[in-house]
């Protein structure tokens, strides 16, 4: 009965693959969010989408893409893979954009470049 | 912009007591505030929340006051336990911004 779940768990990879992580959710939720862990542990927002459409896109190299096939996906995929790519990309959902309502989060996916 | 300041961790205790991890923000308008648990290797948990001002959020032993004059929501608990070992992250959502904010996590370490 898993809320969020996130694939895969660890990625360990060469630097300038291409790779993809997915996120699913099954709570009902119509907004999902991208979010960067870097090593001290510092959580920053990269992507959001409300019913499939994108609507925060902060300041990410144009390398990151995300895609949401439905309300229930959201899936990131990265090009060309850097060394500062390391770090853990937690995948997140809530019911609508108001304020009062928390954000439910993944497990997270280790990304290790090498 | 908004931000999220936490005090620098780690913090260590020994069990049974007392618990305050220090969290203050600047905001526009009226943000929600909340605050999440990560343990090791896993993701964050909502742990807490709360909407307007004055209102206080708990769960499992731990309680947060919303302070809109201080701009403060500090955390606190009043006997810690060994399982509460984790990085505590405080953070804020506004009514102009669908993403959370926040602040740059507290370890806590609780030893026997």
């Known amino acids: 009965d898993t809320a969020v779940s996130q694939t895969p768990k660890y990625l360990v990879t060469q630097m300038g693959n291409d790779k993809s992580i997915k996120c699913e959710q099954n709570l009902g939720h119509d907004t999902m969010y991208w979010y960067k862990q870097d090593s001290k542990k510092f959580l920053k927002i990269m992507f959001s989408y409300n019913n499939k459409e994108l609507i925060i896109n902060e300041t990410v190299p144009n390398r990151f893409s995300p895609k949401s096939p439905d309300k229930a996906h959201l899936n990131l995929h990265i090009n060309s893979l850097e060394l500062g790519d390391s770090a853990v990309y937690f995948c997140?959902?809530?019911?609508?954009?108001?304020?009062?309502?928390?954000?439910?989060f993944g497990d997270g996916t280790r990304l290790s470049i090498l | 912009g908004d931000s999220v300041t936490q005090m620098e961790g780690p913090v260590t205790l020994s069990e049974e007591a007392f618990l305050t991890i220090n969290c203050t923000y600047t905001?526009?308008?009226?943000?929600?505030l909340f605050w999440y648990v990560q343990y090791p290797g896993e993701g964050l948990q909502l742990l807490l929340k709360?909407?307007?001002?004055?209102d206080k959020g708990s769960n499992k032993g731990f309680e947060a006051t919303y302070r809109k004059e201080t701009t403060s929501f500090h955390l606190e608990k009043g006997s810690v336990q060994v399982s509460d070992s984790a990085v505590y992250f405080c953070?804020?959502?506004?009514?102009?911004?669908?993403?959370?904010?926040f602040g740059t996590g507290t370890q806590l370490k609780v030893e026997l």
């Open positions: 997140a959902s809530s019911h609508g954009t108001e304020t009062n309502q928390p954000q439910h």
């Open positions: 953070a804020l959502r506004t009514g102009g911004g669908n993403k959370l904010t």
């Open positions: 905001a526009t308008g009226y943000p929600s």
């Open positions: 709360a909407t307007k001002a004055d």
